[in-house]
């Protein structure tokens, strides 16, 4: 195997050992269409609002070389009074867009994805940050650099769909979203 850059993401130290082994890891779906972007129109760096939900665009960062999966941050605060469910998202820069979870357990930082999405309660902000919820990004079109702009879509199990345009910053220590 490869020399692996210690400071790479957790997630593809996971999905590179998890290949290299000969076992899947998170499910990855390869051939999963890519949908357009719809709902509100989304500006790099600002927050969209849809129905009671203010989703910031947040950021994606940029891939290491060799670096084949891109982890996306941002967070989603729920104004309303009933809870709501990311359960989905694309881009038309991925092949395919997974919600992942990174946990310690033991000594081990795992990631699983989270197949039936992740709950956004009525009156509560959820970040997805490094080290614990993000946005998994497979199958990039092209690698991830600073300065790119992807468009991500979200799907809200109530709320419906909304583009959000996510910019890339450099790897590395990031600050949360
Ligand atoms: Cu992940």
Not at 96 to 105: N, T
């Amino acid at each position: 195997m490869k020399t692996i850059n210690r400071f790479a993401c957790a997630c593809f130290l996971l999905v590179a050992i998890g290949a290299a082994m000969g076992t899947q890891v998170v499910g990855m779906t390869m051939n999963e269409p890519v949908s357009a972007g719809t709902g509100a129109d989304a500006e790099a760096g600002t927050t969209v609002q849809l129905g009671t939900l203010e989703i910031g665009s947040g950021y994606a960062k940029a891939m290491l070389p060799g670096q084949r999966v891109g982890g996306g941050y941002l967070s989603i605060r729920n104004t309303g009074d009933t809870d709501d469910q990311l359960v989905g998202a694309s881009s038309t820069n991925a092949g395919a867009v997974e919600i992942h979870e990174m946990s310690m357990q033991g000594q081990i930082m795992k990631m699983r994805k989270l197949d039936s999405g992740l709950a956004i309660p009525a009156g509560q902000t959820i970040t997805l940050a490094p080290g614990g919820f993000h946005l998994m990004f497979l199958s990039p079109m092209s690698p991830f650099k600073a300065g790119d702009q992807l468009s991500v879509t979200l799907t809200f199990a109530k709320a419906g769909k909304v583009e959000v345009i996510m910019p890339v910053r450099a790897a590395g220590p990031a600050p949360r979203p």
